[in-house]
């Protein structure tokens, strides 16, 4: 089944019947513009094979970029679910309704469909990143006889690149899926997640920190609990172990570029040097502090006017993301664009942030860069705490203790000058924190 | 609090937390010669805006960098007013 927040279908009522009323959209580029994630799951199954090219595009993307997303997929049509005056004054292809319930035509003989990917956490008109299904599928193990079906559910939307693995996942592992829904409080979710009785939940750390500081995490008892998107910390990692205790808790390492790169299962953050080792596929590499990957799990290339190079010229994407060995095993510290410049000294807001999440009163904090006359920039932190603290001097005395705490730990250029204490941080549509250069 | 007695508070703080020997707070100390490194500086004007809410190196166009202490306290006086 799959379960949106209002109605429902079953996967099985997707194998055949009619397909989006019109009959064409065989081998043709659509861009997937739909209000509801339903909608969207439907589409996606019935346009796979039939389609040349599918956009995928989140529920966020403003009208003034899907038109240029539109001219540079040469996208023939917009599946959509809109009403047509939302699309006034947009010079746009011709849309074809996506409402109701959508059932796939059988496709004589199935092509091989692009499966399009915006990027997320830029501004301005976001990338097209190009993947094949197989591509898309590669990490997911097909089911083992005796396995209870799963029961999935993801924090993210579908047609964002951790949510579509969810997707694909309760499709190729005859599971079922419980979607999200934008604007749903947490409770509700959780809620609606242990009705349906959930069993796979996946998220980013921000949204699993967000789902714990609800009581009503108490709800839902699954027996497998995935974190991507971020990095996943040793604060997290233990935290839901806490909660879950019989729930079996990994971190992924995937992005929309690079997709499923591997996953860790051993409890703790950071990955076993053996991962870089094999050479095989996926095969991973160090440079100038980034990992690279190369995999047939990756997406092949941009798409776009003017596209750059995904990949170096022995088929290696750089993830951007800046990784560090210790005693065997490695850790991530952060992403290139993210890189805070205090007096010439690098410091990665996520290598601080880790370390102030471990205190003991500390929920979640972020890290960011402030201008100074001094050194150009300086660190400074803002931290959610379990218990809110009254301001006044135990207020200032818990502030210095996790000052204290982060000196014990880094260089002092990477200790937070300031720590304000907030009751929330503000989180991107994909899940993530919102950080100043991301 | 006064402004000089906050900044003194707030030197001696930081010297404190990054363990470094500070000569004593007089006005005609000369910043170079105080003990403090430039991130100590970096960290005390990140303090003190948070403390008084106002920079006075973003605010004062033409700025030239005080050179003792006496100058330092005087240009936070100076931008209160």
Redesign the interface.
């Given at each position: 089944m799959l379960w949106g927040a209002n109605h429902a279908i079953a996967l099985a009522d997707l194998v055949d019947g009619t397909v989006l009323n019109q009959t064409d959209v065989a081998g043709r580029s659509i861009v997937l513009a739909t209000h509801d994630q339903l909608a969207a799951a439907q589409a996606l199954v019935a346009l796979d094979g039939a389609a040349r090219r599918i956009v995928i595009c989140p529920p966020d993307l403003p009208l003034a970029h899907l038109a240029e997303i539109a001219t540079d997929a040469e996208a023939d049509a917009i599946v959509t679910d809109r009403d047509e005056a939302d699309f006034a004054g947009h010079d746009l292809p011709p849309r074809l309704a996506c409402k109701g319930p959508l059932r796939p035509r059988q496709v004589a003989t199935p092509i091989a469909t692009e499966w399009v990917l915006l990027t997320s956490g830029t501004t301005g008109v976001p990338k097209m990143v190009v993947h094949s299904l197989a591509a898309l599928t590669g990490a997911i193990k097909p089911p083992q006889p005796g396995d209870a079906p799963p029961v999935w559910a993801t924090f993210y939307d579908i047609r964002r690149y951790g949510g579509l693995q969810i997707l694909l996942r309760a499709l190729f592992g005859n599971g079922s899926l419980i979607l999200s829904e934008a604007g749903e409080p947490v409770a509700d979710h959780l809620h609606r997640l242990a009705a349906h009785g959930v069993t796979h939940i996946s998220g980013t750390p921000s949204h699993w920190r967000r789902a714990l500081m609800s009581s009503d995490c108490n709800a839902i008892a699954p027996r497998y609990v995935r974190l991507s998107g971020e990095i996943a910390d040793q604060a997290i990692l233990d935290a839901l172990k806490r909660q879950y205790p019989d729930a079996a808790v990994g971190h992924a390492y995937a992005s929309t570029e690079a997709g499923v790169g591997f996953e860790v299962n051993d409890g703790l953050e950071g990955f076993p040097a053996d991962v870089l080792r094999g050479g095989g596929d996926p095969a991973f590499k160090i440079v100038d502090g980034t990992l690279r990957v190369r995999s047939r799990r990756t997406a092949s290339r941009y798409l776009g006017r003017a596209p750059q190079a995904l990949m170096d010229e022995d088929g290696f994407i750089d993830s951007g993301d800046f990784v560090t060995e210790r005693n065997g095993r490695y850790y991530f510290v952060g992403r290139r664009g993210g890189i805070i410049n205090v007096g010439g000294l690098k410091v990665h807001p996520e290598e601080v942030e880790q370390i102030i999440n471990r205190h003991a009163a500390v929920k979640m904090s972020l890290v960011s860069a402030r201008r100074n006359p001094i050194t150009g920039a300086i660190v400074v932190a803002d931290v959610v705490l379990h218990e809110p603290a009254t301001p006044g001097e135990a207020s200032d005395i818990l502030k210095q203790d996790i000052l204290a705490f982060c000196r014990a730990a880094l260089p002092a250029h990477k200790v937070p000058a300031a720590v304000k204490f907030v009751s929330s941080l503000e989180m991107t549509p994909a899940g993530k924190l919102v950080r100043q250069n991301a | 609090m006064s402004i000089r007695l906050t900044i003194f508070s707030l030197i001696e703080q930081i010297a404190a937390?990054?363990k470094i020997k500070i000569q004593p707070l007089r006005d005609d100390l000369l910043l170079s010669e105080s003990g403090l490194d430039?991130?100590c500086?970096?960290?005390l004007?990140?303090?003190l805006e948070?403390k008084l809410g106002y920079?006075p190196?973003?605010t004062s166009g033409d700025?030239s960098f005080p050179v003792t202490v006496g100058d330092f306290v005087g240009f936070y006086e100076n931008a209160a007013h």
């Amino acid at each position: 089944m799959l379960w949106g927040a209002n109605h429902a279908i079953a996967l099985a009522d997707l194998v055949d019947g009619t397909v989006l009323n019109q009959t064409d959209v065989a081998g043709r580029s659509i861009v997937l513009a739909t209000h509801d994630q339903l909608a969207a799951a439907q589409a996606l199954v019935a346009l796979d094979g039939a389609a040349r090219r599918i956009v995928i595009c989140p529920p966020d993307l403003p009208l003034a970029h899907l038109a240029e997303i539109a001219t540079d997929a040469e996208a023939d049509a917009i599946v959509t679910d809109r009403d047509e005056a939302d699309f006034a004054g947009h010079d746009l292809p011709p849309r074809l309704a996506c409402k109701g319930p959508l059932r796939p035509r059988q496709v004589a003989t199935p092509i091989a469909t692009e499966w399009v990917l915006l990027t997320s956490g830029t501004t301005g008109v976001p990338k097209m990143v190009v993947h094949s299904l197989a591509a898309l599928t590669g990490a997911i193990k097909p089911p083992q006889p005796g396995d209870a079906p799963p029961v999935w559910a993801t924090f993210y939307d579908i047609r964002r690149y951790g949510g579509l693995q969810i997707l694909l996942r309760a499709l190729f592992g005859n599971g079922s899926l419980i979607l999200s829904e934008a604007g749903e409080p947490v409770a509700d979710h959780l809620h609606r997640l242990a009705a349906h009785g959930v069993t796979h939940i996946s998220g980013t750390p921000s949204h699993w920190r967000r789902a714990l500081m609800s009581s009503d995490c108490n709800a839902i008892a699954p027996r497998y609990v995935r974190l991507s998107g971020e990095i996943a910390d040793q604060a997290i990692l233990d935290a839901l172990k806490r909660q879950y205790p019989d729930a079996a808790v990994g971190h992924a390492y995937a992005s929309t570029e690079a997709g499923v790169g591997f996953e860790v299962n051993d409890g703790l953050e950071g990955f076993p040097a053996d991962v870089l080792r094999g050479g095989g596929d996926p095969a991973f590499k160090i440079v100038d502090g980034t990992l690279r990957v190369r995999s047939r799990r990756t997406a092949s290339r941009y798409l776009g006017r003017a596209p750059q190079a995904l990949m170096d010229e022995d088929g290696f994407i750089d993830s951007g993301d800046f990784v560090t060995e210790r005693n065997g095993r490695y850790y991530f510290v952060g992403r290139r664009g993210g890189i805070i410049n205090v007096g010439g000294l690098k410091v990665h807001p996520e290598e601080v942030e880790q370390i102030i999440n471990r205190h003991a009163a500390v929920k979640m904090s972020l890290v960011s860069a402030r201008r100074n006359p001094i050194t150009g920039a300086i660190v400074v932190a803002d931290v959610v705490l379990h218990e809110p603290a009254t301001p006044g001097e135990a207020s200032d005395i818990l502030k210095q203790d996790i000052l204290a705490f982060c000196r014990a730990a880094l260089p002092a250029h990477k200790v937070p000058a300031a720590v304000k204490f907030v009751s929330s941080l503000e989180m991107t549509p994909a899940g993530k924190l919102v950080r100043q250069n991301a | 609090m006064s402004i000089r007695l906050t900044i003194f508070s707030l030197i001696e703080q930081i010297a404190a937390e990054q363990k470094i020997k500070i000569q004593p707070l007089r006005d005609d100390l000369l910043l170079s010669e105080s003990g403090l490194d430039s991130l100590c500086f970096a960290i005390l004007v990140a303090r003190l805006e948070d403390k008084l809410g106002y920079d006075p190196f973003a605010t004062s166009g033409d700025v030239s960098f005080p050179v003792t202490v006496g100058d330092f306290v005087g240009f936070y006086e100076n931008a209160a007013h």
